[in-house]
């Protein structure tokens, strides 16, 4: 009788392409959203605008894109290309408006 010994179990890389770069996203967006929420909570509390629009504009980097991303991957509603676009014109309008926190307000 011959014992068979297991080995470890062939992974294909395949799934780890796609796996990994959604849990990064998906911590970013949760980052961005503890980041907002404690921006928010200053806006409240002193009334600064600026607060406000750095809280906009920090959604607006980090967690939308990735509910944008996410509802195209699971609807297949828009080509990639046009979810590509759609993310870097969150990113443009994020970046304006914490730029505009700093000098406007």
């Not at 907002?36 to 959604?59: D, M």
């Not at 509910?67 to 994020?94: D, F, H, K, M, Y």
Request: hydrophobic share 50%.
């Amino acid at each position: 009788m011959s014992e068979h010994v297991a080995g470890p179990v062939p992974v294909s890389l395949a799934a780890y392409s796609e796996t990994v770069p959604l849990v990064i996203a998906g911590l970013l967006a949760g980052v961005g959203i503890f980041v907002a929420y404690q921006g928010y909570r200053g806006y409240v509390r002193n009334r600064n605008r600026t607060l406000l629009f750095l809280t906009a504009g920090i959604l607006l980097l980090t967690t939308i894109p990735f509910v944008v991303e996410s509802w195209v991957r699971v609807t297949n509603a828009l080509a990639p290309s046009q979810s590509i676009l759609i993310a870097q014109l969150l990113n443009v309008l994020g970046l304006v408006l914490i730029l505009y926190g700093f000098t406007r307000t």
